[in-house]
């Protein structure tokens, strides 16, 4: 498993295993933007959908924001990145619900948390959750 940190200028990635580092960013205050978790570990061993399983990487927004809400100043309270095109947005929780909405108009089905410390996904159509 390997996880790799998208900056502005560059990127890192990093090997889980090895824990070797790839330097990509040399540039001091380069704003992380994206980190992408490559061989998610125990996806396809396990009794899930199919949406769940085709998924070799994931993608998890760093920029901190629901990329809605501040649009229009609004408040969120977890955010969620959505593994069909990437986009980072607001969870059930928070007022707007952006990515509930987001499934509904594109039906991109797989979204994972975007909150620190947590790995896992989410299958909107088959509501199943796993952790990588
Ligand atoms: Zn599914
Ligand atoms: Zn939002
Ligand atoms: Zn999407």
């Given at each position: 498993m390997r996880i790799q940190y998208l900056f502005i200028h560059g990127s890192i990635s990093f090997d889980l295993k090895s824990s070797i580092a790839y330097l990509g960013c040399v540039q001091?205050?380069?704003?992380?933007i994206k980190s992408i978790v490559t061989n998610p570990k125990n996806m396809s061993d396990q009794n899930l959908c199919t949406h769940l399983t085709s998924i070799t990487n994931v993608q998890i927004g760093d920029?901190?924001?629901?990329e809605e809400c501040i649009k229009t100043g609004g408040l969120w309270v977890h955010l969620r990145t959505c593994q069909t095109c990437g986009i980072t947005l607001c969870c059930?929780?928070?007022?707007?619900t952006h990515m509930t909405k987001h499934f509904r108009h594109t039906n991109h089905p797989v979204v994972a948390s975007a909150e620190k410390g947590e790995r896992w996904l989410y299958c909107y159509p088959d509501e199943e959750m796993v952790e990588y």
């Open positions: 001091t205050g380069c704003t992380l920029e901190g924001v629901c059930d929780q928070s007022p707007q």
